[in-house]
Nanobody, 121 residues
């Protein structure tokens, strides 16, 4: 599975962005996927995950503001981000096929290249 994230950009606080993750390979439709982010000087952190059948999980910091979704027919994953805050500024990565849970980056087999989200105050 190859992944490519897109949709990042500069947005003012309170604004919205929608990130996309384009996947190649048939295995994507049967794999769980997640979004992570990494701010400068910080570790990569879990943002959200969705199972191949649509069950979702979110970090406390984005719960209620972000929505993860996927379209298996199109081999696409999405992260709708609303009410953005300056602390959401980071490079966002999509990942797929975690082994043994969703919340830790090392368990994911496949990663996209990342897309930068900058939220100005």
């Amino acid at each position: 599975v190859q992944l490519q994230a897109s949709g990042g950009g500069l947005v003012q606080a309170g604004g919205s962005l929608r990130l996309s993750c384009a996947a190649s390979g048939r295995a994507f439709s049967s794999a769980d996927m997640g979004w992570f982010r990494q701010a400068p000087g910080k570790e990569r952190e879990f943002v959200a995950a969705v199972t191949w059948i649509g069950f979702t999980s979110y970090s406390d910091s984005v719960e209620g503001r972000f929505t993860i979704s996927r379209d298996n027919a199109k081999n696409m994953g999405y992260l709708q981000m609303n009410s953005l805050k300056p602390e959401d500024t980071a490079v966002y990565y999509c990942a797929a096929n975690p082994k043994g849970g969703w919340y830790s980056a090392p368990v994911y087999d496949y990663w996209g290249q990342g897309t930068l989200v900058t939220v100005s105050s």
